[in-house]
């Protein structure tokens, strides 16, 4: 269903890889429009256009392209935000614009454990929403910040949310093969994954271990109690462009 | 330590990937020395040098290139014969040279979970060989057999011994991720694997369960008890060369 | 533009990776609707969906699977044939459907350089097809054959064309680097092309040499004289699922 | 022929990926004796073990790893140095240690083309190192700087010196794929270079068409003619591991 008027959206972060895939998926959006563009200060004030190396296989959109790139600041933001920045940035910037009173709609991993910060798959846990009435902002400004999971744990939950549901589960060994474009750009060095398997990605077990658990946890009324469960996550980097095993 | 006089063996199988393989680790043995080599009936009554597509990276040494291949018959074979053989050959070969008086070792899977037959890891299980006296051949003409693992489950169940020993194992979960050469030659077509990871491999996993629970097992004077744990194989092709993670 | 009356056209070699490709291409084509597979003995009788081992990203379309496949007689055929036939079964099969009152479009190299038989890009020499009129099934039957060149040839001569028409050329030095996609399925082992250039594909540089100077070529009333030009292919396969360079 | 007291050498740049093989390549060398390491103010002070990630397949050896790496500068070095440097830095340094009175041999491009620089490939055009006369560090302090070629010119102009020598040469066309350890490391993203072939590596077609004319060319007393041909190199990345096409 589309909306007569969409509503605007902002990018944090819009240069990076994955501020690159937001613009491609909120292209025709029904519901969405980009409106506001931001990424650091290399960046801003220049025409995105000019500001990012685009990588993707779908064109740049046109009126993208000729967008301006903002600062990283709440002020002329959009009231929802999809932020796509690396965590160290993320850990600063999210909240501002929480407290601003923006919906931030997060892709890092920095407030994903938070306590009271919802990391929600909608189709498992849309109950965990929930959450965010316990973080200041919302009462203050209104706004609020929302996570969703590393990649490679979106596939695990989904697989193991019915099995959890019928029978529980005491026990989960996961191992991963990852494709090098979750590394980023430049990311993987072909020198490292050509002819090889690469048994280690930093943080990456320990982010699919911790957030599988709080996926799957219960919420009670003002927060999540993880589910009570082992579990063990090995992560490899194949030679492979796109698509995790 | 050298010996004065090698013994002399013969290879069947000669001419293919794991023959090939047995012909390079062989040459200036210190015990062994290749003294016959046969295969099927396109190769034999040819040389060696000219009946194999010789395909390792080390050159193929003369003395072997202008050996004739035999016909795979018990008659004119060395007492040791090592067995290089597609499992459907081993199945009627193997017992054919073990009934003529061979000791057969084999790297075929056809009698690896034969009651009778060792499956030998040397550091692993070397007791189990006592086996050998529960075959027929044994007692009629000397001849046995004896059997390696799938090439996974070596590294697996090095892994897993000392374990087993100091703390015993009840669950074993084990994800794979293995060479394009374990296949043989032409073997996965490049169509399969480009850019890709392939989450099957052919009765595999099957293989690992299996022969990982015998050799762990307890020889008990006639037969080998598997060690009653659970186990699940997990068993993926990937995009590399040489060599199985 | 499309037809209001589509023509029904028939596919030789359906079950292949070219008679795949053609099944995707002309899925929803304003001119085409496919309405005739037809493959060897092996597939004849079945439905097209078990009969062949579809391998392309798009879904066969479920029409498409329902069909069955025929013999590859020309009994019964469409008046409009694509042909995806290996060159061996090409040579007998498509005079065959030609003689029979058949259009035949063919993706193989078995015709290509007979002198009555027009090798066309429609870009570049369309005026090549007049040569069907030297075909004797054109007056018997009203059928002819027209082929289309080896992909390598097609992009190099989109780019010699307008090089000739300009200013004239007397040397072609060509160097590919090709996809695996091309070499068919299984095609290319795995073992062969990983870590690797393959520097030498069999008979491409010979069709590419033969068939550039063809297409460039003058069309004389009754007969093509080839471009008189020196000319030098090299055709190396390359790690690369799909695209050749 | 091992000499008695092998000539003591040192390595600039020792910590980098040339500079690693030049240690791989030099341990047990019969002439030379690894006895200087230098590098940037990053790594010097440190020992080399430490300072230097190593990379190749061969352990790196235990004696080198125990070697203090020196600041680049000429007190204290062997009259014998092995450069290994960027080009921005062998500008600068490589004549630096020739007037210094050391004899400097450059695997950068910094000097190939310089007039009074010898570029030599020894089976090719030993008499090139005549040019060192032409040095002025030569007649003051003893010093001079050779180079050697571009990895890929060097293949070849091995191929087309005999044809030159018979036949003389016009033009040449040459067409690489080059492995990525070519770029150094980090080097090609593999987000690049999977599944691609990237038909650009900067400034080589320029040093591989330039480097060729110099090394085919003859020695006229004080200076070296160029071949006189038209030479084009085009230059493309494969996703190959190690080694050039």
């Known amino acids: 269903m589309a909306l007569k ?3 605007p959206i ?6 990076g890889m994955v501020g690159q895939r937001f613009i491609q998926l909120l ?5 969405f429009e980009v409106a506001w563009l931001a990424a650091s200060d290399r960046s801003s004030g220049k025409l995105y256009g000019e500001a990012a190396k685009w990588r993707l296989d779908t064109p740049l959109p046109e009126r993208i392209a000729r967008m301006t790139v903002q600062p990283a600041d709440p002020a002329g ?3 929802i935000i999809f932020a796509a920045l690396d965590a160290a940035f993320a850990r600063e910037l999210e909240p501002a614009f929480a407290n601003a009173g923006c919906a931030v709609v ?3 991993s920095a407030y994903r454990m938070a306590p009271n910060v919802p990391l929600v ?5 849309a109950e965990h929403l929930h959450l965010i009435e316990e973080q200041p902002s919302r009462a203050e400004s209104g706004g609020y910040m929302v996570t969703n999971p590393n990649c490679s744990t979106i596939g695990l939950v989904m697989a193991l949310k019915p099995i959890e549901a019928r029978f529980g589960i005491e026990k989960i060994f996961v191992t991963t093969m990852q494709a090098v474009s979750g590394a980023g750009y430049p990311g993987v060095p072909s020198m490292d994954i050509l002819g090889n398997v690469v048994p ?3 943080s990456e077990e320990e982010k699919m271990e911790a957030e599988t658990l709080k996926l799957l946890g219960k919420l009670n009324v003002h927060v999540v109690t993880p589910l ?11 030679a492979v462009e796109d698509g995790h095993t």
């Open 200 to 202: 280690y990605i930093g």
């Open 77 to 79: 933001a959009p009231k």
């Open 106 to 108: 997060s892709n890092s």
């Open 10 to 15: 902002g990018i944090l972060g819009a240069t």
């Open 121 to 125: 798959i909608p189709e498992i846990n």
């Open 5 to 7: 008027t969409k509503h």
């Open 228 to 238: 009570d469960a082992k579990i063990s996550a090995q992560c490899n980097r194949v």
């Open 27 to 31: 292209e025709n959006h029904p519901w």
